[in-house]
């Protein structure tokens, strides 16, 4: 009789952790608005906390050393909003031009897009689909009034965001000591207190890797399409490089715009340069370079990362896929999965606690 009270007991257990699981899952996706800042405040602070812990090493008070690090956060966007502004402006004087050449591209392959349409109506009329209906969603396209609406939503997140990363620089370590108490219990407090400083020293030797890695791309991207003559080279060079933090989507919306921008101001094959020549930068940077500097420091099975992504994708969109790396580091070193031994010794964080 016993043996199937322990049976029972388990299944109880197993389907509480399912249940609890996709509660909470439902739960984050519809509190974005919340939770993402929050935790990209977060992933942000366990990056930057080496430089929190050096500027209170040379006897900076805690508070001023997380002020520091936000005004820095400032002065940085304030930087990319000065470099890029001028290149921005000239591409909305040009949108008559863009439009022109959109037109114009569209009138010299309308065999191609005729046989298309011609496809669609065919299969909206064997699937019984509404064609009002579908013009109606093409035509509902966000308005000027849409984004004075949005407005406020993105700065409450970016309040959400200044405000969670500045406590958190204050107060991480009483963090993470609250909780390793909760976590483990007697010697194993110790243990976790370890693996989170642990896991902070692995994410930020992580961005750091890849953060020299997607400088170095942006140089070479901005670099190759100067000299090929595309206008706005130095933007899309800072483009390539920081949207490579997204890992697939980044990539793919850079060359998608690339290819844009290479029918707007070149004719012909020409055309197909710019994004030719970013794709060549990207696959050398996966292919040889990434390896070779971030697989010193971190080493991650691909159909885990491409999981990750996808689900934080899912779950919170381009936050998600900024959060998705760190995050699922974190949680691997944390409860050590990881299975590697880069990870530097944590004593001495973990004497400053």
């Not at 996709?22 to 608005?33: A, P």
């Not at 602070?45 to 812990?53: E, M, R």
């Not at 850079?254 to 696959?283: E, K, T, W």
């Not at 899912?314 to 580091?329: K, R």
Request: overall charge negative.
């Amino acid at each position: 009789m016993k043996q199937p009270m322990i049976a029972s007991d388990q299944v109880l257990r197993v389907s509480s952790v399912i249940v609890a699981t996709g509660v909470v899952i439902v739960g984050l996706k519809e509190t974005q608005d919340i939770f993402a800042p929050l935790v990209l405040a977060i992933v942000v602070g366990v990056i930057v906390a080496p430089l929190s812990d050096r500027l209170k090493r040379l006897g900076v008070p805690a508070g001023i050393s997380a002020l520091s690090v936000l005004i820095a956060f400032f002065m940085i966007g304030a930087a990319l909003v000065f470099l890029i502004e001028p290149y921005i402006t000239a591409a909305i004087d040009e949108l008559p031009s863009i439009r022109y050449e959109l037109h114009k591209l569209m009138f010299e392959y309308r065999g191609l897009i005729q046989g298309i349409g011609e496809m669609n109506e065919e299969m909206k009329a064997a699937l019984g689909a509404d064609a009002e209906a579908t013009a109606e969603q093409i035509e509902s396209l966000p308005s000027l009034t849409d984004a004075m609406w949005l407005a406020p939503a993105l700065f409450a997140q970016l309040l959400v965001f200044l405000g969670a990363l500045f406590f958190f620089l204050l107060t991480r370590k009483s963090i993470y000591s609250w909780l390793s108490a909760r976590l483990g219990s007697g010697a194993e407090t110790h243990l976790f207190l370890e693996r989170f400083f642990a896991a902070e020293a692995t994410v930020s030797r992580y961005f750091a890797a890849v953060s020299t890695v997607n400088a170095g791309l942006g140089l070479a991207v901005g670099g190759a399409l100067m000299a090929y003559g595309l206008p706005g080279a130095v933007v899309w060079g800072v483009a390539a490089g920081l949207l490579n933090f997204v890992l697939y989507l980044g990539p793919a919306a850079i060359a998608a715009a690339l290819l844009l921008a290479g029918i707007v101001n070149f004719d012909g094959l020409a055309s197909f340069g710019p994004m030719a020549i970013y794709l060549a930068c990207n696959m050398t940077e996966a292919q040889f370079v990434t390896p070779a500097l971030v697989g010193k420091h971190v080493q991650l099975n691909p159909f885990l990362l491409f999981v990750a992504l996808v689900f934080w994708l899912w779950l919170w969109g381009p936050i998600g896929g900024i959060v998705a790396i760190p995050v699922t580091l974190i949680f691997l070193r944390l409860f050590d999965i990881l299975g590697d031994s880069s990870s530097p010794p944590a004593k001495p964080a973990v004497r400053a606690a």
